[in-house]
Each structure stands twice: as C-alpha cells, then as structure tokens.
C-alpha cells in the first residue's frame, strides 16, 4: 500500500515539476508540450476490472400494501369502516451490507477530456422488512347489524441480491488521475413479499363478547424479480503502471419497485484497460 501511495505522489509531483522546470526556457517550450503530450496517460480503449464495496438500503415500505388490503376486503361491511385506509404504520426501515462484483467498459479520449459507457455489477444481501398491526371496535352497528371488532396484520419484505447499472461517464485526465462523474439506468433482481391478514368478528353489543368469523388473507410473492430504476455517482480511477488502475467510487441507486429502496455503496476496485 506504501509503494502504491508513493507512486501516485510522485505522479502528481513529476508532472507540475517537470512543467515548472521547463517552462520559464521560452526555446525549449514546444520541445516541453510535446514532451508532456506523450507521457499522458492513454485512458482511451477497452477495461475490465473486479471490485468490492460495502453499504446502506433504505426501504419504504408506506402504502405498499394499500392495494391488496382494498382488494381483499371489496364489497365487505366491514369497509364502512374504512378499513382499507388505515395506516397501518409500515415504514421505513434500513440496513446494511458487504457486496463484491465487476466492471467493464471502453472509453474515448480528446487530450484530457474522456467519456465512456460503462456497464456495473455487484452482488450482495440488501433490503429489509417490516411489520405492523392494527384493530379496532366499530363506534356502532354496522349495516348487518352488528358491532364488529376488526383487526389487521401487515407485512412487507425485500431482498435484493444482484443489481447491475449502465452508466454514461464523464472524466477529466490529470496526471495519473480520471476523477469522474456517471448516470445512467439500473437493474436489479429481487424477491419481494407482501401479506395482509384480516380478522373479523361480531357482537350484538360493543362491549362483547365477539364471536369470530374467521380470517381472510392476501399474499404476494415474487421470486427472482426484476425490478429497475437509476443511479449516479462519482469516483476516480488511478492508473498505476501500464493499463493496470485502481478504482475508489461512490454509487447511489434508487428502485421503484413495490417496495421503494435506495441504495448507497462505496467501492474499491482494481481494473486493466487494454
């Protein structure tokens, strides 16, 4: 890690020196742009490299069962106690995770501006879940003619495990370093779990006792499902000898899925442009 360190200050320092020395001998200056020109780093081509990184998600799981709950509970007396709006308190909930993975790309160069696509992977063990529950007594008879004591059980869970981002980048050449800026699209593979229970009982009086009338239940799961979304981020590639580079990079996705989930990771990677 010193040797890489030391290589990169000497990099930095070797250009703005060579330029200071050479500069200030005006018939030497043309010999000192072409000299300069052909030690920049050739960051135009094909690359490939392996990377590793470690994270946050943050879920929103408010009104993700909204839908099923109304589904469920159509043409019921029961609706006339809005049942289906309640809130019934599915937030937010976050969590953290490692992840490792691969990149590759080709990039464009015109002296120190370049641009490139870039296709991004990493697998890891982001999401969360969430549970909540609510119950009421109606204030007063329903239109069957009974008091009913309602109570709802909700859940709501993610997991994502692969997600891959195409990206457009933007850098800029300075010595041994490309810092960058990207956006673009992302796509991720999930499996997604949504239930709702219902319990339902009667009474002729508020105050009871309430014979139960069973449960009704709605379930959603879906396995290897693709969802997508976008990302951006920022990062800097540092060439270190031939086409060999090291990569430090900050990525921030967003899905829109069922389940609304954010993604933050910070990343180090080791790439070879050939």
């Known amino acids: 890690m010193r040797r890489i360190l030391l290589a990169m200050m000497m990099c930095g320092a070797a250009a703005g020196a060579r330029a200071a020395d050479l500069s200030d001998l005006p018939i030497l200056r043309g010999a000192v742009t072409d000299g300069m020109s052909t030690s920049r780093v050739n960051w135009q081509g094909f690359y490939i490299g392996g990377q590793g990184g470690y994270g946050s998600s943050d879920e929103n799981f408010s009104g993700s069962n909204a839908n099923m709950l109304a589904a469920l509970l159509d043409h019921n007396v029961i609706q006339e106690m809005q049942v289906a709006q309640w809130n019934l308190g599915l937030g937010k909930q976050s969590?953290?995770?490692?992840?490792?993975?691969?990149?590759?790309?080709?990039?464009?160069?015109?002296?120190?501006?370049?641009?490139?696509?870039?296709?991004?992977?990493?697998?890891?063990?982001?999401g969360g879940m969430s549970l909540a529950s609510k119950e009421l007594v109606s204030g007063s008879a329903l239109s069957d003619g009974f008091f009913h004591d309602v109570a709802v059980d909700s859940s709501a869970a993610i997991a994502i495990s692969d997600m891959m981002t195409l990206r457009a980048r933007a850098a800029y050449a300075w010595g041994c370093f490309l810092p960058y800026a990207f956006g673009?699209?992302?796509?991720?593979?999930?499996?997604?779990?949504?239930?709702?229970?219902?319990?339902?009982?009667?009474?002729?009086?508020?105050?009871?006792?309430?014979?139960?009338?069973?449960?009704?239940?709605?379930?959603?799961?879906?396995?290897?499902?693709?969802?997508?979304?976008?990302?951006?981020?920022?990062?800097?590639?540092?060439?270190?000898?031939?086409?060999?580079?090291?990569?430090?990079?900050?990525?921030?996705?967003?899905?829109?899925?069922?389940?609304?989930?954010?993604?933050?990771?910070?990343?180090?990677?080791?790439?070879?442009?050939?």
């Open 95 to 126: 969590s953290r995770a490692s992840a490792y993975g691969a990149f590759t790309g080709y990039n464009w160069q015109w002296t120190d501006v370049v641009v490139g696509l870039e296709a991004s992977y990493m697998h890891g063990k982001f």
């Open 184 to 274: 673009g699209i992302a796509l991720g593979n999930a499996d997604i779990s949504r239930t709702v229970v219902v319990h339902d009982a009667v009474s002729n009086t508020i105050n009871g006792p309430f014979t139960s009338l069973g449960t009704l239940t709605a379930t959603n799961v879906q396995h290897n499902h693709l969802i997508y979304g976008y990302s951006g981020g920022l990062g800097v590639d540092v060439n270190l000898v031939g086409g060999l580079f090291m990569r430090a990079e900050w990525e921030y996705i967003r899905f829109t899925s069922a389940v609304d989930t954010s993604i933050n990771t910070v990343r180090a990677g080791l790439g070879y442009k050939f």
